[in-house]
């Protein structure tokens, strides 16, 4: 187990990421293609809406939502925004991060964004899904085969 995994809260690495992504646009000429602002809201409150969603099922079906202790897990979801993709929170995360990009024009973005990616599947992701089978077994094993890890 590496000294990273389960240990910073992805709304953490998010949050500065997305300083990242937004200090980099006062340094480094802004793209923009007509309606981007526009686009780029309505993909936030999309995205913010699917970050809701999903913290809201986890306090519904009262199971553990803290993210550095994964194998406090009482229940596996499965329903809801989790019937279409195993991680929406991060999923949301990642699409607030890809909202910023596009809203600001911060080319930085094109970096940042997979180095969150990257950085939450292996240090979050991949640490949950050893716990979820660990504690859960068949019936993650089962879910996986069914819902992507992503989307």
């Known amino acids: ?61 009262e199971t553990t939502i803290n993210p550095l202790k994964p194998e406090q897990a009482s229940k596996l979801l499965t329903t809801g925004t989790y019937a279409f993709s195993r991680n929406p929170m991060y999923l949301g995360l990642t699409g607030i991060l890809i909202g910023i990009f596009l809203f600001l024009g911060s080319w930085f973005g094109i970096v940042i964004i997979p180095i969150f990616v990257i950085y939450i599947t292996k240090y979050q992701i991949k640490p949950e899904e050893y716990a979820m089978n660990k504690k859960f077994g068949g019936q993650y094993q089962s879910y996986c085969n069914k819902v992507r890890r992503w989307i």
Do not use: Y
């Open 1 to 61: 187990m590496s000294k990273f995994e389960t240990k910073i809260p992805p709304p953490i690495v998010a949050l500065i990421s997305g300083l990242v992504i937004s200090s980099s646009s006062a340094f480094i000429t802004p793209f923009g293609f007509f309606g981007h602002k526009f686009f780029a809201l309505i993909f936030l409150i999309l995205c913010f809406t699917l970050l809701i969603m999903s913290i809201k099922k986890f306090h519904r079906e």
